[in-house]
């Protein structure tokens, strides 16, 4: 294998790996899984080894750098240091594998990386599914596991069976939301490759269309939220992209500020109604106890958290029973922020926010500025500067819901933005 062709399947699997890990858990086990993320881990420190000329430390994000910093330095005070120092191994593994995607590949290569994982985790989630519904015909667990109980809670099961019922399929991944927001990320990457132009018409129609049906199949508030969000910054882009003076920008930013304001008063005013709506509880399937219980262990530790632990480890106090849902024991507090809130006090949330506003901030400005590599030459605007942003949205967007922000692909996309835009690359 040649080494551009290295390089291509290492990305692919690499992005498979932190969006889809769970697949890898439920048919290597923990152990295989662990051998598969310590050789990615490893080749990216080989690939930015290699490609020592073209990064250095002192020039990555400072936010990025200042935040892992403080979580590894949490240890120091942690509730359960050993938790700690463990997490903030996988979480420099992460990060170090998001820098050398950041690094190494160009937004073109990334693109092309990300469409091929997202299909490849598509359709072996619906192929998944159909095996299971057509030849097995009842619910199924994890490979590797081996439950005395077999009255068992429905989230413990890799599949449970209603790709035919109409249920909420749940793919390889082994969970709902987490291929619903695989799907939005496809949408996202698909819709700009056709855009693009860089894959076959057809094609391109086919997987996008495929990973619309699979939202429809997952059914999930969260990311119906972040599609609306994802819309509505599409469309501001687009008219800023279209405005030709300072005054038209300045109208269009103060239109959406309006449109914006006048969206959060309807969330607020019929926010019950939106929720039965989409089929989701007034306690937003157990969120809101989860908050609370949240809430409450951070506010025990308020300034710098009970040390940085990201999944939580149900194996030691207090997570080994903090929350019960739906007879699980839950590993994190399904909300980003309030889980940096825990476990690195408002200080690491502080430095996180920071974080995330850059990436976004930065995003943004790759998105909405003419590129322009010589000066007084501008030049065309092009689909793929959209993908750092409409990325960001997705991801801050499941924040609210969900702590995959702090963990496998949340991270290493927040990485790889911040990376890439501070670098400045458009292509």
Known sequence: MDGARFRMGFAILALFTV??????????????????????????????IRERDR???????????????????????????????????????????????????????????LGWALRFILGLSLLFEFVVGSFIRQPVLPLWVDYPDRDLPKLLYWS????????????????????????????????????????????????????????????????????????????VVLLLRKSRTPGQRTAVYASAVIALGAGVAVIIAFGQQLLEAVGKSPDLTGRLGIWETVIGMA??????????????????????DLVFHAGVVQLHAHNAWLDVWMQLGIVGLVLFGILVLTALVKAWQHAVDR?????????????????????????????????????????????????????????
């Open 55 to 113: 990064w250095r430390f002192g020039g990555l994000p400072l936010p990025l750098v200042l935040f892992v910093a403080f979580a590894a330095l949490s240890t120091a005070w942690s509730f359960y240091p050993g938790s700690t120092a463990l997490a903030t191994l996988t979480t420099l593994m992460t990060v170090t594998a998001g820098i050398a995607l950041g690094v190494a590949y160009s937004w073109t290569q990334l693109l092309k990386a």
């Open 160 to 235: 449970r069976d209603l790709l035919f019922d109409g249920g909420k399929i749940q793919g390889i991944v082994g969970n709902s939301s987490l291929l619903a927001m695989i799907a939005l990320l496809a949408v996202i990457v698909f819709g700009i490759q056709l855009a693009c132009r860089s894959v076959n018409k057809y094609w391109g129609w086919v997987w996008l269309i495929t990973a619309t049906i699979v939202i429809g199949m997952t059914r999930s508030p969260t990311i119906y939220a972040a599609l609306a969000a994802i819309a509505f910054v599409l469309f």
């Open 299 to 320: 506010q025990e530790r308020p300034w710098f958290g009970w040390g940085w632990v990201s999944f939580w480890t149900p194996w030691v106090e207090p997570f080994d």
């Open 19 to 48: 969006l889809a890990g769970d697949a890898w858990r439920y048919t290597l086990s923990w152990w295989g899984y662990s051998v598969i993320a310590i050789a990615i881990a490893t080749v990216s420190v080989l690939i930015l």
């Open 371 to 427: 590129p322009q590599q010589l000066p007084d030459a501008p030049q065309p605007y092009t689909a793929i500067t959209l993908l750092p942003l409409l990325i960001m949205v997705a991801l801050i967007v499941q924040s609210l819901a969900e702590s995959r922000l702090l963990i496998e692909y949340g991270l290493v996309l927040l990485t790889v933005v911040a990376v890439k835009t501070k670098r400045r690359e458009l292509t």
